[in-house]
């Protein structure tokens, strides 16, 4: 059988980008101070920062960028005078150099704005010149970033790092809020944002190491202040940082389609005959019975399997095998794609691990390395700081393989995440004043890495699918064509066993849509008590996200939806999300997103309350008389234009309406 391109790539038509830019991102255009790139704009004038910034062609800054200062007497530094230029500029970035003075003190500023919206700056404050043009020697006693955001812009918030003992890091902005220092912060609502990362907490001296960052909102907008110093600080002093306005690409429909099931273990070698090895007793062929567990799987309609970490036996290391290249083919020849594992580890049966593990490998600050886990054959596998040599080994090795196989797409386990390291032989990491050692987040090498990846993939008309349960930055997001989102959620304990409360619409809608961000989501879902796949789809279905099924045992409990969706054509219908009120419902606990094409209407209707049942009465769109419990294969009777169903609590019904 012929061999299609995945969905996600095919289904919006999106132009080849000229030169160096990969698709689907245009050409970097600078002109009469503004840096524009796909969807968004970026001004400067008389400020070392930006004025003024746009996503989508609405504002997202209420007003300039401020340097906020106060000289060594803590009176505020009043900035008399400034100027920006476009230094350099090309079809990949625009770099502007801008500066403000004010008596004593100067504030210079490098920008270098990529295609994808990335904004690298290099911020310094530098003493200013007496009258008789020498330096005056200064120090200031308080410098703070302020980015003024406009109103209604940021109703939501996400940071990392993330700690998985609480859904803390993201959901709606309610209030004020303060934190530590944070290596990202995206502040945002439904279809635009704004992130501000950086990757070391050096030269940053708040003087409550508790209150770095703070957001405040107020009548007019929301303000982000991060502290960079709260205490008297010598000049010169520098602070390296990112800022990336968001969605950093065109939002590609059509994900679902592809039909994605995760296979977690998989057995390499067992295409003709189970063989007297390791790798016998996994979950995906635990028979050896390859041809009809993929025969079943095609039947219920799976499209895409992404084959876990054992399709290698050397962690992390994808060298080709022929046993598993047998697989793939006999994938393709049932119309299935395939994405392999690959992750952030180096094992010690790799072969560069005698040679390379202690300049490789990330170190905490205590001096330790991370150890993720023990696997078969027996090897243990350790956290890789892709800051150094190891990125364009791996690279080597990822291409290599992913043609010699002929694959698909590649499911990337927490690659594109910065992790915290400290390891001065490759030089992440810094000291304090005592000396002490503080971790650092690579993101810019990370971002160089997946770039390049990017292109490879693109270019072959592959799909790269990041596993990045807790972390959205777009910086290193942007590189990939869908994510899978949700592991986090997998620790029982945590939640008091009911998830149903913790994750509500605005955690929902900060991190797991997608849509504010410019790539696709699908949602992990470790079923337990407490939680299921049916729980799940209660609220991921309202933001038009599939979850992913782990395993083909539990393929049946996804494919009717795959069936009903399929057979609408969400791919190519007009979406309108519950906070848009498409459709009238009730009672409160109820919310109803729509889709519509040709004059008909599929309508995901949820009970978001965790204890009550209800009966739901919800007005059909567009004049529909008819309406029909798609997943139940039953008509619902439809009085006055509304359709009424009952729905036990945290329970999803696709109704078909014309």
């Not at 079809?91 to 500023?109: L, M």
């Not at 596993?467 to 064509?481: D, R």
Request: overall charge negative.
């Amino acid at each position: 059988m012929g061999r299609l391109p995945f969905v996600i790539a095919s289904v919006l038509a999106l132009g080849t980008a000229s030169g160096a830019v990969p698709t689907p991102w245009s050409s970097v255009e600078a002109k009469d101070g503004v840096v524009a790139v796909w969807g968004r704009e970026y001004a400067f004038a008389s400020n070392a920062l930006p004025v003024g910034m746009k996503s989508g062609g609405r504002d997202i800054l209420a007003g300039p960028m401020r340097i906020v200062c106060a000289d060594a007497d803590g009176s505020e530094v009043v900035w008399k005078k400034g100027g920006s230029w476009v230094h350099e500029h090309d079809e990949e970035s625009a770099t502007v150099c801008a500066w403000q003075e004010a008596e004593g003190i100067a504030a210079d500023a490098t920008v270098r704005i990529e295609f994808d919206g990335m904004a690298k700056v290099s911020l310094a404050l530098v003493p200013g010149a007496n009258d008789q043009g020498r330096p005056m020697l200064c120090s200031v006693s308080r410098a703070w970033l302020e980015i003024p955001l406009a109103h209604g812009v940021a109703t939501l918030y996400h940071y990392s790092p993330a700690n998985w003992n609480r859904l803390t890091n993201t959901g709606r902005l309610v209030g004020p809020m303060t934190w530590p220092f944070l290596c990202s912060v995206w502040l945002g609502n439904e279809s635009a944002g704004l992130c501000w990362f950086c990757e070391s907490a050096e030269n940053f001296h708040a003087e409550d190491p508790q209150r770095v960052v703070e957001v405040l909102p107020g009548d007019e907008g929301t303000l982000l202040r991060i502290r960079l110093a709260d205490r008297p600080l010598e000049l010169p002093s520098t602070w390296v940082f990112g800022l990336q306005a968001t969605p950093t690409k065109p939002f590609r429909k059509g994900l679902t389609a592809n039909h994605t099931v995760h296979s977690p273990q998989m057995g390499v070698g067992l295409t003709i005959k189970r063989p007297e090895v390791w790798w016998t007793a996994q979950r995906a062929f635990p028979d050896g019975k390859v041809a009809e567990t993929l025969d079943a799987a095609a039947k219920s309609g799976v499209k895409t399997i992404a084959f876990h970490e054992d399709w290698i036996p050397v962690q992390n290391n994808p060298a080709p095998r022929p046993d598993f290249k047998a697989i793939v083919d006999a994938c393709h020849a049932r119309d299935i794609k395939v994405m392999v594992y690959q992750g952030y580890e180096l094992s010690s049966l790799d072969p560069a691990w005698g040679e390379h593990h202690a300049d490789w490998l990330a170190k905490l600050a205590n001096g330790r390395y991370r150890s993720c886990w023990f696997r078969e054959p027996g090897q243990r596998d350790y956290r890789l700081c892709y800051s150094n040599a190891s990125a364009d080994l791996w690279l080597e090795r990822v291409k290599k393989a992913y043609d010699a196989l002929g694959i698909d797409g590649l499911y990337l386990d927490g690659t594109i995440m910065p992790r915290a390291c400290a390891n001065e032989r490759h030089g992440c990491g810094w000291r304090d004043a005592e000396g002490k050692l503080h971790e650092t987040y690579p993101f810019f090498a990370v971002r160089r890495m997946m770039r390049s990846l990017y292109e490879f993939v693109e270019g072959r008309g592959g799909r790269i699918d990041a596993h990045q349960s807790g972390y959205i930055c777009p910086a290193t997001l942007a590189f990939a064509h869908s994510y899978w989102d949700g592991e986090q959620l997998a620790e029982g304990k945590v939640y008091g066993g009911d998830l149903r409360k913790e994750l509500d619409v605005g955690a929902f809608r900060a991190e797991f849509m997608g849509r504010n961000h410019g790539v696709p989501c699908e949602f992990l879902a470790y079923e337990k008590p407490g939680w299921s796949y049916d729980d799940a789809f209660a609220i991921t279905l309202l933001h038009d996200v599939m979850v992913r099924p782990c395993g083909f045992a539990n393929v049946p409990r996804v494919a009717p939806i795959w069936r009903v969706l399929d057979a609408f054509g969400i791919a190519d219908a007009e979406w309108s999300p519950y906070w848009e009120n498409p459709v009238a419902v009730s009672p409160e606990s109820v919310k109803a997103s729509v889709y519509r094409k040709a004059g008909r209407s599929l309508i995901v209707v949820s009970n978001l309350s965790t204890e009550m049942p209800v009966s739901a009465e919800v007005t059909l769109p567009d004049g529909a008389a008819h309406a029909r419990d798609e997943l139940a294969g039953r008509d619902v009777p439809v009085s006055g234009g509304r359709a009424k169903l009952d729905i036990p609590p945290f329970r999803m019904v696709l109704l078909k309406a014309w």
